[in-house]
């Protein structure tokens, strides 16, 4: 069998990439009609508290307002929903092996081809936000949406970074009925 170097290349450069992207994930309170909310409101008093700089919580609240209002509902005083956020990051270890297969070479237990790899070691930190729904009049949590797998060690990138998660967290808002149909 023929090694083939560009299909092992591509393969690697894909599951990179896979690696490093966001994943989202949500959940909501099935029995809620959210037809129902029209409005929301920012909970400040969360978004202060977040162990963030100013300007990340500027653009998280910027990003959500932008999607909520894509999704036709309208920034109000004091909101159908609440809107709640969460923030965390934690240290991610990297490591980038750069494999080289060498000459044949011998001595020892015979002949075979070298390994001349060289592997670089480096952090990055991953973020992670959780978007808190919460109907305003019952105080009960009805929607929550997470993206994990932020790249904020970037700063030149972090506006995108977070517009890209919001927008994929709001994807799933409002929830859609999953048909139950196998077909």
Known sequence: MKFNFKLFTLLGIFLVYTNCSITTSYDYDKSVDFSQ?????????????????????NRIVRAIVGQL??????????GDLTVNVLASSKKVVNIDNDPYWGAPWGWGYGWGYGWNGSSTVYETREGK???HL????????????IAD?????NVANKEEE???AMQKIFTYYPPKEKNKSYY
């Open 37 to 57: 909310y029209k409005t929301f409101s920012i909970y400040q008093n969360g978004i202060d508290s977040l162990k963030l700089n100013d300007l990340d919580k």
């Open 69 to 78: 209002k894509s999704k036709g509902l309208t920034e109000a005083e004091r």
């Open 129 to 131: 936000l959780t978007v």
């Open 134 to 145: 919460v109907d305003t009049k019952k105080n009960v949590l009805v929607w929550e949406g």
């Open 149 to 153: 797998g932020l790249n904020v060690s």
């Open 162 to 164: 977070i517009g890209k």
